[in-house]
């Protein structure tokens, strides 16, 4: 089946440095990405929209300046979180969706752990 | 806007019993995906089941079934014969427009 590879599964940064996580589709090309962000014992909220060739759309309160997306090719999204604080600390995931149409199939990756000492 | 409410923030269910798990959503779509997903501990999202909003019939995913109510904005999971490794947190989701979204999860615990 369809997989997402996102990397890495975990990372440890200090505050104030930039931390960027990668998100493939392997098997297929992806249109649009989706970046989720998920507290312990939380749902995930979606933070932004990724389409491929432009612009992502960020959803309310969700600081664009801070968490830059880029989606420059069919099969990778990456997410970076710039000047990173202890508060970013959180558990970040992907999707990818398998083809063009609203109704495709979406695959998640396995998330990364970020903690922001 | 799209909502999804989920009132059960844990439940348990003896192994080889049955549970179900409740779902309510609110949007003002005719054509929608709703999607329940597992999440065990390693965190990795897994699709359980799916249902097309225009289709009336309930969605099978052998033990797993679904109970959709168009009308009442419905959509609850069946377990059947629950087994240790369905204890995880499951999500149900509303998928409109090209957005999906998350009801806040419920924690289930199969105990043996």
């Known amino acids: 089946g369809a997989v997402v590879s996102q990397h890495p599964s975990r990372v440890i940064c200090k505050s104030g440095t930039s931390v960027k996580i990668e998100c493939r589709s392997l098997d297929f090309q992806a249109t649009t990405m989706f970046w989720y962000r998920q507290f312990p014992k939380q749902s995930l909220m979606l933070m932004a929209t990724s389409n491929e060739g432009s612009k992502a759309t960020y959803e309310q309160g969700v600081e664009k300046d801070k968490f830059l997306i880029n989606h420059a090719s069919l099969t990778l999204s990456t997410l970076t979180v710039t000047s990173a604080h202890p508060e970013d600390s959180s558990f970040y995931i992907c999707?990818?969706?398998?083809?063009?149409?609203?109704?495709?199939?979406?695959?998640f990756g396995n998330g990364t752990r970020l903690t922001v000492t | 806007a799209q909502t999804v409410t989920q009132s059960q923030p844990e439940m348990s269910v003896q192994e080889a019993e049955t549970v179900t798990l409740s779902c309510t959503y609110d949007t003002s779509e005719n054509n929608y995906y709703l999607f329940w997903y597992k999440q065990p501990p390693s965190r990795q999202m897994i699709l359980v089941i799916r249902?097309?909003?225009?289709?009336?019939q309930n969605a099978t995913e052998n033990r797993f079934s679904v109970n959709f109510q168009k009308a009442a904005k419905s959509f609850s999971l069946k377990i059947s014969d629950s087994q240790l490794g369905d204890t995880a947190m499951y999500f149900c989701a509303l998928d409109v427009g090209n957005m999906l979204t998350f009801g806040g999860g419920t924690r289930l615990m199969v105990k043996p």
């Open positions: 249902q097309e909003a225009y289709k009336q």
């Open positions: 999707s990818a969706r398998e083809g063009s149409s609203y109704n495709s199939p979406l695959h």
